[in-house]
């Protein structure tokens, strides 16, 4: 096994046997910990940009006691690379996952696993943010996953299955629904959370037919269900085989250097983000995993059954625009141009405007985008919800970061959901000065959720109720039912 040992103080955890072979972790402050366990054969040779297969079998006791290999990618583009740190641990076996528990054995414990987001380039389970320590302190067995990413995982060739990388989610959850039991989880009390790119990936788990029955709960944090028509998905793909030089098939690119493959990727995807745009790599209805658009299926009553958490935080655009300097640098001229390029109604703008006295043209931007690719969508999937098998709770996340001017940003929660905020990567988002009280109270809103679909707010109703986290305790608050957007096209 590769990739770096634990910091702290470890001593050798009794061994697990699971379906395909014996594990041996390491307890670490009261917590069984079980790191690059395979739950699929490495996707190399083969097995590269085919769907995953299930690992080998082992003899004898295998030590997890470090993170597997990551998914190949390359690290977050300055300056975003000193607030997002993502580890690269070397290795081909990058569909590996790791799994902290209280107690292995026959606790049958609610599970929680964790999809990383990156915008389905970057990240990993290696990522210290990601510890799972705190849910399994608190009864929770957490699970986080590697899946494949960009080209590898989701570029779309006409000799090759698509979304591969949701496939690799599927094989983990799989290995999850056989073996948790053995780490003292119950398989029927899974809950899928994920942030970000993550999030959506769930959005799509939600609606696929494939993953029904995988788990009963879901945490859609920062990122709404969405999917885009083959002919769109494919413009990216495309893009990286020409500047490689070679046809559009799964056959020439695995043909290609891994290194030569991410380098191009790098190029085509540059200077683009999740809120304004660019080249990027995304979840392509493809007929058969995902038979139609998520978010249209969800609103249309798939997953009806499956409790969920939906949210977002109060400023997501901040960690792309403040950084960049895109909240002073972007011009009113470029503010009217983005605003007929999104087809956004003059009474919406005139509206944005009066309640942002004295905000940028860039700031403006960004709440737009925020509201139009997150809060809204996901008020409208609650909307949908109301009255179905499953509930819906919402959040939003209001705590602003003094780091920079960040504000309540892009993917500030995670430290505070994952009750985590001395780590360098928490501290280089939050500061050292997080409130400990709120990642308390948010940390263990999940844990509840995870245990009884309940995490201590009302559901989604016709009064619409929102647990706000910060600044200061958290507050229940109410959506207006008639919010800025209403009126825009998108959203009729």
Partial sequence: MSGPAPDDDTRPAPPVRTAYGTVRGTRERGVHVFRGIPYAAAPVGPHRFRAPAPPERWDGVREAVAFGPTAPKRPYA?????????????GDGCLNLNVWTPAPGSARLPVLVWIHGGALLHGSSAVPLYDGAAF???????????YRLGTEGFGLFPDAPANRGLLDQIAALGWVRENIAAFGGDPDRVTVCGESAGAICIGALLSAPRAAGLFRRAVLQSGAPTALPPDAARRTSALVARRLGVPLTARALAAVDPAALLAAQTEVTAGGSPLTGGNSFQLVV??????????????????SGVDLLLGSTTEEYRLWFVPTGLTERFSRTRLRLALWRFRVPAATARTYRANRPGATPGEL???LATDLLLRVPLNLLADARTGAAGSTRLYEFGWPSPVQGLGACHGLEIGFVFDNLAGPDAVALAGPDAPRKL?????TAWVRFAESGDPGWPAWDGSRPVMRFGPGAPALVHAPRDDELRGWAPYR
């Fill in 136 to 146: 399994a302190r608190d009864g929770v067995v957490c699970v986080s996953l590697n």
């Fill in 286 to 303: 493809d007929g058969e995993l995902l038979p139609r658009d998520p978010l249209a299926a969800l609103r249309d009553g798939a997953s």
């Fill in 439 to 443: 990642a308390a109270a948010m940390h």
């Fill in 78 to 90: 300055p300056p975003l690379d000193r607030l997002l740190p993502d580890p690269e641990v070397p």
């Fill in 365 to 367: 931007l960004g709440a």
